[in-house]
């Protein structure tokens, strides 16, 4: 059996690649691998279980849930809540584990399966192992009063919400917003917070029905979003994805700010209340140059890491970093969340345009974005892209023709037989011009 586990949990088409019998099996193999690895507590170990509004979530929380409780461990059911509202409820609510059941920004038929260990925080590569391994084994069941008990909790969503509240430093009076919820897990929590701080709030795409979540809608589609703030003459439009822990904003006049000046906005503004730790942001190597640039012109550091929001969190927890993030809009603010949180930074971004009275426009024109070009080749030996010498002779001279005012990324994909060709330029005809012509070369070098 290969990997089960990606860079974000176990993702599949749901009932055909994540079936119940998967999730039933996974959950107990995480209950036996985490009690061993004593994560749980010398009582009977809890577990807290959240989804977000997709149809297949429903059967696969039930599976989880059943696993679970064959384990012997207690299962708090919350619902549908936000992914960072499942790690805020695992460790407010003590559990010793949480489970999240959520496809994030994909299409409705896939699903997906994201454990969490005490304290809100992911499970490192060792444990989801070891949770592989231990599949389908034969083991001991509990019985009588050895098995776990189910429950409802009741008080998750408002608990999160309240968290929400008490981490924004301004009240939002005065500000009027539009929320896509993408027909997600935020439906209720975004508008619910925005207006419990004062805000006007218009909210589109949030009314889920199970089959609806991302669908022409939340940070992937963006278009409905910067419709509906000129319209309703907003200050502001903020677009979440199907399980909220990512945001994607866009200004007054229709235009999107990207996760890139979204982290830039809010690590001047903790630069300014002396809160970003090392006066250091955690970005990853598809941060644009113009993000790196206004940065290091602001007096920050940036660390980069790897692309994946976990390679993020592990070099914000090594080195007690309170602010990193992601192009795509996952912004991690380390001392209010154990992972990106949409909706966190929505309010906090709204907050900043109300603390300075400046434009999200304005906020967000701090760093220039460079035209950057993506090309995907397909087909090709991607294990020598880093040490083909003719491959490696042409990005010498394409860095040379360069010369300092834009950047080249070639990365392969973690997944898929290819390679990603990413050049930034002063000019969009310029980056274009220099992706296709290192594509070629990737082609005829790295062709099978």
Known sequence: MGRIFGTDGVRGLANRDLTAELALDLSVAAAHVLGEAGAFADSRPTAVVARDPRASGEFLEA????????????????????????AFLTAELDADMGVMISASHNAMPDNGIKFLARGGHKLDDAIEIAIEQRLQEPWER??????????????????????????????????????????????????????????????????????????????????????????????????????????????????????????????LARQQAGT?????????????????????????????????????????????????????GHVIMADHATTG???????????????????????????QRLPQVLVNVPDVDKSRVDTDPVLQGELVAANGALDGRGRILLRSSGTEPLVRVMVEAPSLDEATSVAERLADVVRHTLGV
């Open 276 to 328: 970003l730790k090392d006066d250091t942001v955690v970005a990853t190597v598809m941060s644009n140059l113009g993000f790196v640039q206004a940065m290091e012109a602001a007096g920050l550091r940036v660390l980069q890491t790897a692309v994946g929001d976990r390679y993020v969190l592990e070099a914000m927890r090594a080195g007690g970093f309170t602010l990193g993030g992601e192009q795509s």
């Open 63 to 86: 599976a989880i849930v059943a696993g679970l409780a064959s384990a012997g461990v207690d299962v708090h059911r919350l619902g549908v809540v936000p992914t960072p509202g499942a």
């Open 142 to 267: 509990p019985v009588g009063a050895g098995v776990g008990r189910i429950g409802d909790s009741h008080v998750g969503v408002s608990s999160y919400v309240k968290h929400l509240v008490s981490t924004v430093p301004e009240r939002l009076e005065g500000l009027k917003v539009v929320l896509d919820c993408a027909n997600g897990a935020a439906f209720h929590v975004g508008p619910t917070a925005f207006a419990e701080l004062g805000a006007e709030v218009v909210t589109i795409h949030d009314e889920p029905d199970g089959l609806n979540i991302n669908e022409d809608c939340g940070s992937t589609h963006l278009g409905d979003l910067q419709a509906a703030v000129v319209r309703h003459g907003a200050d502001a439009g903020f677009a979440f994805d199907g399980d909220a822990d990512r945001c994607l904003a866009v200004d007054a006049e229709g235009r999107v700010v990207d996760g890139d000046q979204i982290l830039a906005v809010l690590a």
């Open 341 to 367: 949180d949409g909706v966190l930074t929505a309010l906090h971004l709204a907050a900043r345009m109300r603390a300075t009275g400046r434009s999200l426009a304005d906020l967000g024109s701090v760093m």
